[in-house]
């Protein structure tokens, strides 16, 4: 097993990529801490996680509140022992549009969250995971690297860029201690936010779910369209010790749609 004896946190444990990343992570061997802010799908992702609550502690968490972050890398500490493995999976995704289309205060809401916020969390976890060396894995996103025309996101391609920017600065600051700061970014991903996409076009076509999903797929250089599962499984690697001369580093998760 990848992350036998391991502590994982995974920050913004949603219904979608969140949830499959915890349900990796416990199946490679780890305890699993997951923090998000609805305590409710909380409770009920890691009831599916660890039923027995033996290897799954949670708490709701705010990345935006700094002393949540800390809180969530405390308890995570307290129950377990030790960090080995933070994914900052957390992120606002929901603001669609240019320059003319994004309020100054929604920007701001978007880099507090997916820049400030993560860069808090993985500074609360950090004295755990110098200690005995470890990894921390950001989701980051296609977007800031391939501009979506019809679908633009001026202010989460910002985001997930300057994360990504900051993965590089980190892994050479933390690189003496043995800490790897890696990136993984989908592209399209198979999972609840494309599932509501392929209803919503098939209803605006008038065109199967089927028909929709074989256009997208037909962009990509695998016959397929990458799903949250898979994106879990490259962070999963990443978190491990299989991973240990890796660092600094972005991996696509696609199924080849952008290479670079």
Not at 53 to 69: C, E, F, L, N, S
Not at 145 to 158: E, G, N, R, T
Request: charged share 20%.
């Amino acid at each position: 097993m990848l992350l036998a004896d391991k502590t994982v946190i995974v920050s913004g444990t949603g219904p979608g990529l969140g949830r499959e990343i915890a349900l990796a992570a416990m199946r490679e061997g780890a305890n699993v801490v997951l923090g998000a802010r609805n305590a409710d799908r909380l409770a009920e992702i890691a009831d599916e996680v660890d039923p027995t609550g033996a290897r799954v502690v949670w708490q709701p968490t705010d990345i935006t509140d700094h002393a949540q972050t800390e809180a969530l890398a405390a308890l995570a500490v307290k129950r377990f022992g030790t960090i080995d493995a933070l994914v900052n999976c957390a992120a606002l995704d929901t603001v669609a549009g240019g320059l003319e289309q994004t309020s100054w205060d929604d920007l701001r809401a978007v880099l507090e969250t997916n820049l400030v916020g993560s860069l808090a969390m993985t500074k609360a976890a950090m004295p755990a995971l110098r200690r005995d060396g470890g990894a921390v894995v950001f989701v980051g996103s296609q977007v800031d690297m391939k501009v979506v025309v019809d679908h633009p996101q001026l202010a989460y391609a910002a985001s997930k860029a300057g994360l990504r920017t900051a993965a590089h600065y980190l892994a050479q600051e933390y690189g003496p201690d043995r800490v790897r700061v890696n990136t993984v970014s989908p592209g399209w991903m198979l999972g609840p936010p494309v599932e509501a996409y392929l209803g919503y076009m098939s209803a605006a076509q008038q065109v199967s779910r089927e028909a929709v999903l074989a256009d997208l797929e037909q962009k990509m250089a695998l016959p397929y369209l990458a799903s949250d599962g898979d994106t879990a499984e490259a962070v999963v690697f990443l978190a491990s010790d299989r991973a240990r001369g890796i660092t600094g580093q972005t991996l696509l998760v696609n199924a080849g749609e952008y290479m670079r």
